[in-house]
């Protein structure tokens, strides 16, 4: 990453998504993570950038979703913001509840918990925040709290 | 690399031979449209070969989900083979691992609609 942290708008279509990912693949390697470790954080950058971009701007060519990279001395940290209407954390159901898993959707949010070391939501009427934090190596675990 | 499709018979069996990633979009229809195509036809014993898919996202999780469920409501069914280490860790903790039939080899997984 040329700097500590930068940040910029795409439009809500679904190849925002493919340059979200692509670009959280390419700062994750340039930070240090291994192989496995990039996958999860371009994966999880995916997910979160798929909800914005259908969850929350609904394809919405006015609304932007904003991704910031910040590269601190302990975590990667990824936030993805959308303008939609913000998107109740609380309300998603568990999808490895009995019941909910042969639903066709539902994983996204449990997929993103799963690859990071911290996540947190903030949903405002202005749209969905949402943080994502991966330890970079050598870096202490814990310290953050999770918004759910 | 969107997913790309072709099928092939064995005793009976419709193996679908996927490469590329199962993502939102293209990828996710293309699966979608070659199962209905399938069973329109009347091939109700399927067998999806991961082997060369190593990337898969929820949506595509979903994918797999609604195909395995179409055709077992049409009376079909439908398995998986040879899973890459990151799909099947992704089933793993999505807990659909148990729920699909997940086979390590074409001949048993042919084997196993007997």
Redesign the interface.
Known sequence: MAGDRFSYKLDSTLETVDSAEQTASRIASESGFGEDEVMQIAMAVREAAVNAVLHGNAYDPEKKVELEFERTSEDLVITIRDQGKGMDPAKIPDPLAPENLLKTSGRGIFLIRSFMDDVQIKPSQAGTEIKLFKHVHGAPAGGKEASQ | MNLKLSTRQVDGVTIVDCSGRI???EGSVVLRDAVKDLLSKGQKKIVLNLADVNYI???G???L??A??TVKNQGGELKLLNLTK?VHD?LQ????YT?FDVKDDEASAVKAFR
């Open positions: 993502t939102l979009g996202d929820s949506s999780i979903g994918e989900v609604s395995y469920t990151k992704l903790i999505t807990k659909l729920v």
